[in-house]
């Protein structure tokens, strides 16, 4: 059974700061990579952040130098903090292990995502 439960989410003004956070069952924390995803109305959902079980991150280049992913593997427990946020932000967030065949592999594990809202 998956079990993500994300959270952290609001509307914020632009160039505003939100930090995600995910608890994650401990069979999908594990030593798996994590990852922030999102999906906007209309489009595919798309990876925005991963880190590994060793601490190491890559993000994608849109948020680049403004999201920081960070782990706390005692609470199976992924966080993301959004500085600088930009109306492209908005989203519904997620997050779940992350493989490099993610959109396959992770069809239907899904948790229930937080919404992130910017707008004046």
């Known amino acids: 059974q998956v079990q993500l439960v994300e959270s952290g989410g609001g509307l914020v003004q632009p160039g505003g700061s939100l930090r995600l956070s995910c608890e994650a069952s401990?069979?999908?924390?594990?030593?798996?990579?994590m990852g922030w995803y999102r999906q906007a109305p209309g489009k595919q959902r798309e990876l925005v952040a991963v880190?590994?079980?060793?601490?190491?991150?890559s993000y994608s280049d849109s948020v680049k130098g403004r999201f920081t992913i960070s782990r706390d593997n005692a609470k199976n427990a992924v966080y993301l903090q959004m500085n600088g946020l930009k109306p492209d932000d908005a989203a519904v967030y997620f997050c779940?292990?992350?493989?490099?065949?993610?959109?396959?592999?992770?069809?239907?594990?899904w948790g229930q995502g937080t919404q992130v809202t910017v707008s004046l």
């Open positions: 779940n292990a992350y493989y490099p065949n993610w959109r396959t592999l992770l069809s239907g594990s």
């Open positions: 401990g069979s999908i924390f594990s030593d798996n990579a």
């Open positions: 880190i590994t079980s060793g601490g190491t991150t």
